[in-house]
């Protein structure tokens, strides 16, 4: 079994910066992918970003690119996204993901077996 526990989430005005943990306990392992996805209010959960733990190849959804970053600590088993001039609309919960291996698929949340609990971030204008 694998914990995964966001952190970092809260209250920033628009152009702001926040930076997002998620600690990983357990069998962690190290060929796996981690992941954050994030779900605003009536809205689908949706990818932001992934990372092949082994490697570090990155993939980014469209609307975040050049505004986030995904990176790790090897040491920490902890996964981080920093976020960049930020927007109302990147107002959601944030979700950390974890898949053994390879998604396939980055985008689709049933590549994920494990997840954490969710933090918010709310970003006003």
């Known amino acids: 079994q694998v914990q995964l526990v966001e952190s970092g989430g809260g209250l920033v005005q628009a152009g702001g910066s926040l930076r997002l943990s998620c600690a990983a306990s357990?069998?962690?392992?190290?060929?796996?992918?981690m992941a954050w996805f994030r779900q605003a209010p009536g809205k689908e959960r949706e990818f932001v970003a992934g990372?092949?733990?082994?490697?570090?190849?990155?993939v980014y959804a469209d609307s975040v690119k050049g505004r986030f970053t995904i990176s790790r600590d090897n040491a920490k088993n902890t996964v981080y996204l920093q976020m960049n001039s930020l927007k109302p609309e990147d107002t959601a919960v944030y979700y950390c993901?974890?898949?053994?291996?390879?998604?396939?698929?980055?985008?689709?949340?049933?590549?994920?077996?494990?997840w954490g609990q969710g933090t918010q971030v709310t970003v006003s204008s």
């Open positions: 990372m092949r733990w082994t490697g570090g190849n990155t």
């Open positions: 993901a974890r898949t053994p291996g390879y998604p396939g698929n980055y985008y689709y949340m049933g590549s994920y077996n494990y």
């Open positions: 357990g069998r962690t392992g190290s060929s796996h992918t």
